[in-house]
């Protein structure tokens, strides 16, 4: 394996002198994501030739695997074991790699009760710029040495450099999960979500969608029972639960399908934001803190981007069809210039997916 | 600029009593809680609003003059001791909470508001503050974020960087930087992440939205006594492997569990060469299956006694001796010294012997007292100052100690942060190249090198200095809190 090293060492090497971009690509399974436009003279440095499980012991709660593993091994293999990727990353695909599901920083269902992503990165192997095999963290729960690069890595998008191992926290799978499903108007479901919240139950994912209120139970047996009795709703079957959840995660649910005349935007905020008054369909996570919305090419980008920040929050233009949107939200001109010079010290020549995050990174 | 010119323009910024200059106004100010390192500042300011702070951070970076944050001073790595031409800055007098959304499960607050203080408006929604480092009547949140504070609790409920939301943050040129948001992320990289741990070396923290959680139902409390340290850890490794993940599971060894027994009588079993606490919390199903699961493996893990806590009374007395090991070890040697190191749970049997070994090769007796789900191990040397040469053969046990942490896969420091303290070690972990990424770091925030210099990352050529937590006799400065 270190032979790959070496060669991906050598390309960095490569096109730093150049100054010829390095698209980073593993399973090709986000390539929607972000500002996508390819620059015309850009190589690709393929990390799906660095894979592997380097280190996994139940017992730790800790699995290390090379960027390049299918997030489908990483899985299966914790499955084996009972547990599991406690963010429950959406693959979107099947060669989605660890690597990318990192880099992307995107998480599903389980967030709002268990973490992020970077909630359970305890350390990353990477490349910079200039192609220096880096350590940062490690694989212990507890770690203040040095700053906290590992986690700088998620959602980077690999503007920073190359992940090429990453250690991260696993938890147990819960004993029981099942879903129930209430019926219920827009505003009653965001009070409803956020009062439970705010009390000890085993709720483990929330979505809301067309009057309906979708939760799922995760625990012992005899918690997840009285939560039942206590919050009510029709009980899924167990398949349907697991089905339901998987095409939220994995948005294969209809209200993802997006046409080329459609944009689906994802507003990040404050849980108890009131319904925002935004053309279009919504479906919202995380108790009202993730809300999607599907609406047409042609909408007012500014009027998003503003409802978002009111809520303390921020929008992605997650899924589109337009050739030179910027996708992120704008940054503050005091953040432009810390986000600048990082770019400046990890990536001094500027290669690696430049304006895949922002045009000026 | 002179001294005194420097004092005319911060008294223009600040009221006169905001701004102390004489050596006897200055003195409570040398050092944190390591107070092995004492250094006068310059001056202390104690501005009382964000505005405030700006211009002090305008005048400073003007004047090139060195900035040390300050919160309530409990850190236990020198963070806070003050630069011999800097600004002392103590948040101390930005103590409001800002406001509390119960609805949304979050509390604003500034960086002087104690721990403590925010669970304790927070209980009245049913809500609280996860994090709980045992200084948490006395430390500030604004340090915690420093820090990246953890707790009894961690294990479970996260470390400060998992239980906050959004950082007003000022630079050294006294811009006003706002950091993550009140969802669940934010645009860009993860700055949160980034100024969480950083020691005040990259900003200066005015403003913290936390997440608050709701308060469990009921907490509960196994204990058990086991004639093999091995098989204690072993125990630990089986309920995790069981997929339980405990509120806190705690360690304590034989002289540790002598040391507290003949402080406080709180009941230990005098026969075992371990004891370990482990809390079950959450609603009352789940807690009370997790409790009859973690006896059952207690038992099958070889443990001679198991009690469970009755009671709230009961469960707080099991805590209190191991919330009292500090002090204990005060009682039984002059002096000690406290080590932070955390490694893989795994290496727990063979870093422990380690220790025993290092403990008979220099003498020196070593009590151990963990958060043993975590692997983040406290070893207190314990040990006489006033022996010649004894101070010097204790630093070369801790450093051996932290070097075997390192050696294992583990780190130097799991949460009392590197400071002026662990800058050697700092060294040993690593490389020159991953040392040149964090000084590239604090370049792109703080290009002059202003905030808190010379402190966590060493210099390439500078990787010398080392010290740790001397207590003498009686000279802990927070002698009133209990200690992890
Ligand atoms: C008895 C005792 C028990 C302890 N137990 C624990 C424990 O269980 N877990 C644990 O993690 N720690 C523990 N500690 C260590 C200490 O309490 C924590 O590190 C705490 O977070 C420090 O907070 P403080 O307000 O005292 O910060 P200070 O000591 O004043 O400062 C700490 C660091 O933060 C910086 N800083 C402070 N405020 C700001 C700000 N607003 N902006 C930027 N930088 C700032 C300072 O420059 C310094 O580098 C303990 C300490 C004692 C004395």
């Not at chain 1, 280190?55 to 009972?82: C, F, K, M, W």
């Not at chain 1, 992940?163 to 099942?178: G, M, N």
């Not at chain 1, 233009?317 to 939200?329: D, E, G, P």
């Not at chain 2, 049913?126 to 006395?138: E, K, R």
Request: aromatic share 6%; proline share 5%; glycine share 10%.
């Amino acid at each position: 394996m270190q032979s790959v090293i070496d060669h991906y060492q050598e390309a960095i090497r490569l096109a730093a002198e150049n100054k010829t971009p390095l698209q980073i690509r593993a399973g090709n399974t986000k390539t929607f994501y972000g500002n996508t436009a390819l620059l015309p003279s850009s190589n690709t440095l393929d990390i799906t030739t660095y894979h592997g499980i380097v280190d996994y012991d139940p017992a730790e709660l800790v699995i290390t695997a090379r960027a390049g593993t299918r997030l489908s091994e990483v899985e299966a293999l914790l499955n084996q074991h009972g547990q599991m990727l406690a963010f429950e990353p959406p693959h979107f695909g099947e060669s989605a790699t660890l690597g990318g599901c990192v880099a992307a920083g995107l998480s599903g269902p389980r967030r709002a009760s268990t973490g992020a992503v970077r909630d359970f990165v305890l350390g990353v192997r990477m490349l910079n710029g200039k192609g220096e095999d880096l350590h940062f963290g490690g694989q212990v729960m507890k770690n203040v040495a040095g700053y906290d690069v590992s986690r700088l890595m998620v959602g980077a998008l690999g503007t920073l450099g190359v992940l090429l191992e990453i250690s991260l926290k696993v938890l147990p799978k819960p004993i029981v999960e099942t879903t129930l499903c209430i019926p219920i108007g827009e505003t009653a479901a965001i009070d409803k979500m956020n009062r439970w919240a705010g009390q000890p139950l085993p709720i483990s994912a929330t979505c809301y969608h067309k009057d309906q209120l979708f939760y799922r139970l995760s625990g012992v047996e005899s918690a997840v029972k009285a939560a039942q009795l206590k919050l009510g709703g029709d009980e899924l079957n167990e398949q349907q639960g697991i089905s339901f959840w998987q095409s939220i995660r994995e948005q294969t649910d209809h209200f993802f399908m997006t046409a080329s005349h459609n944009n689906l935007w994802r507003l990040s905020i404050a849980s108890n934001a009131p319904p925002l008054a935004l053309a279009g369909e919504q479906l919202f996570e995380w108790n009202g803190s993730l809300r999607w919305l599907k609406n047409t090419v042609d909408c007012d980008h500014q009027a998003i981007r503003q409802a978002a920040e009111k809520y303390g929050g921020h929008a992605i233009l997650f899924r589109h069809h337009l050739t030179n949107a910027s996708v992120f939200h704008p940054l503050s001109s005091g953040l432009v210039k810390i986000h600048r010079a990082l770019k400046e010290q990890f990536d001094p020549a500027g290669i690696f997916n430049p304006g895949r995050l922002y045009p000026e990174l | 600029m002179s001294r005194n010119e420097l004092i005319r323009r911060l008294q223009a910024i600040l009221p006169a009593e905001a701004v102390l200059h004489d050596n006897e106004d200055l003195r409570p100010y040398e050092c944190d809680g390591l107070s092995a390192y004492k250094q006068l500042p310059y001056f202390v300011v104690l501005p009382h609003n964000e505005a405030q702070v700006i211009e002090i951070l305008k005048l400073c970076h003007a004047t090139r003059t060195p900035v040390v944050a300050r919160g309530a001073g409990t850190g236990l790595s020198g963070g806070a001791l003050p630069h011999v031409s800097g600004v002392l800055l103590s948040l101390a007098r930005l103590n409001q909470i800002v406001s509390i959304n119960p609805q949304a499960r979050t509390a604003c607050v500034q960086p002087g508001v104690r721990n403590l203080a925010i669970s304790e408006v927070a209980k009245p929604y049913g809500l609280y503050y996860a994090p709980d480092p045992s200084s948490q009547i006395a430390c500030s949140i604004g340090g915690n974020v420093a820090e990246n504070s953890g707790g009894v609790h961690c294990l479970k409920y996260g470390l400060t960087v998992h239980n906050i939301l959004k950082l007003r943050v000022l630079t050294i040129a006294g811009e006003v930087l706002e950091i993550g948001g009140e969802g669940l992320d934010s645009a860009g990289y993860d700055l949160l992440a980034l100024m969480t741990g950083s020691e005040g070396l990259l900003g200066i923290v005015t403003e913290i939205v936390v997440k608050l959680i709701p308060l469990p139902q009921k907490a509960q409390l196994v204990m058990a006594s086991f004639e093999d340290i091995r098989k204690a850890g072993q125990a630990v490794a089986n309920i995790i492997g069981a997929g339980i993940i405990p509120a806190g599971m705690e360690m304590m060894d034989k002289i540790t569990i002598h040391a507290v027994e003949e402080f406080l009588q709180v009941g230990y079993d005098l026969n075992a060469e371990a004891i370990l606490l482990c809390e079950s919390d959450g609603n009352i199903e789940e807690v009370s299956d997790e409790i009859e699961r973690i006896e059952m493996i207690m038992q099958q893990s070889g443990a001679t006694r198991v009690s469970t806590s009755q009671n709230d009374l009961e469960r707080l007395r099991f805590w209190a001796g191991r919330k009292a090991a500090f002090p204990a070890a005060g009682r039984v040697s002059p002096d000690y010294y406290c080590m932070d190191g955390t490694i893989p749970r795994k290496h727990l049997a063979k870093v422990l012997q380690g220790i025993e070994m290092l403990s008979q090769q220099y003498g020196l007796r070593c009590m151990n007292v963990f958060h043993a789900g975590d692997g983040n191990l406290h070893p207190l040397i314990l040990y006489d100052a006033n022996t010649p040469g004894e101070l010097e053969k204790t630093e070369e046990f801790g450093a051996k100690i932290l070097e075997m942490c390192i050696s294992v896969g583990g780190t130097i420091t799991g949460e009392h942060g590197v400071g002026i303290e662990k800058m050697d070690q700092m060294c040993t972990q690593f490389g020159s190249a991953e040392l040149a990424v964090f000084r590239a770091i604090k370049t792109a925030f703080d290009p002059l090198e202003l905030l808190n210099p010379g402190k966590a990352i060493p210099t390439l050529h500078r990787c010398a200095e080392m010290g740790a937590m001397h207590v003498h006799q009686g000279a802990d400065k927070f002698a009133h809190l209990p200690r992890f």
